[in-house]
């Protein structure tokens, strides 16, 4: 069975950190572009970070950048967003999805019909 599971969400204070895990059943997600997207209440699903396939090649949303860090263990079958210094802003359901042999560039912005495979959220909740 093909499937993404998503953990490490959780309740944190304004400036704390998380590491998000994206974890694959099913495929080898080492062939496949990762992406991290993210829905707050009343607001639109947001791509947050992208890895591509083969490249590696990362690209993210300017609201996260220079905050978020998105990054692939292939030994472990996982992908990762590390995110530091948050802002109760980035207060959402955090969801991964994946794409075969999709390869992105730095600049690529993420659209949801990009992603085929998609997991079923963590939660994220950032304090003030």
């Known amino acids: 069975q093909v499937q993404l599971v998503e953990s490490g969400g959780g309740l944190v204070q304004a400036g704390g950190s998380l590491r998000l895990t994206c974890a694959a059943s099913?495929?080898?997600?080492?062939?496949?572009?990762i992406s991290w997207w993210r829905e707050a209440p009343g607001k639109e699903r947001e791509g947050v970070s992208t890895?591509?396939?083969?490249?590696?090649?990362?690209s993210y949303a300017h609201s996260v950048k220079g905050r978020f860090t998105i990054s692939r263990d292939n030994a472990e079958n996982k992908v990762y967003l590390q995110m530091n210094m948050l802002e109760p802003e980035d207060t959402a359901v955090y969801y991964c999805?994946?794409?075969?042999?999709?390869?992105?560039?730095?600049?690529?912005?993420?659209?949801?019909?990009?992603?085929?495979?998609w997991g079923q959220g963590t939660q994220v909740t950032v304090s003030p």
């Open positions: 890895i591509s396939a083969r490249r590696n090649t990362t």
């Open positions: 099913g495929f080898t997600l080492k062939n496949y572009a």
């Open positions: 999805a994946a794409e075969a042999g999709f390869t992105t560039h730095e600049e690529y912005t993420p659209a949801p019909n990009d992603f085929a495979i």
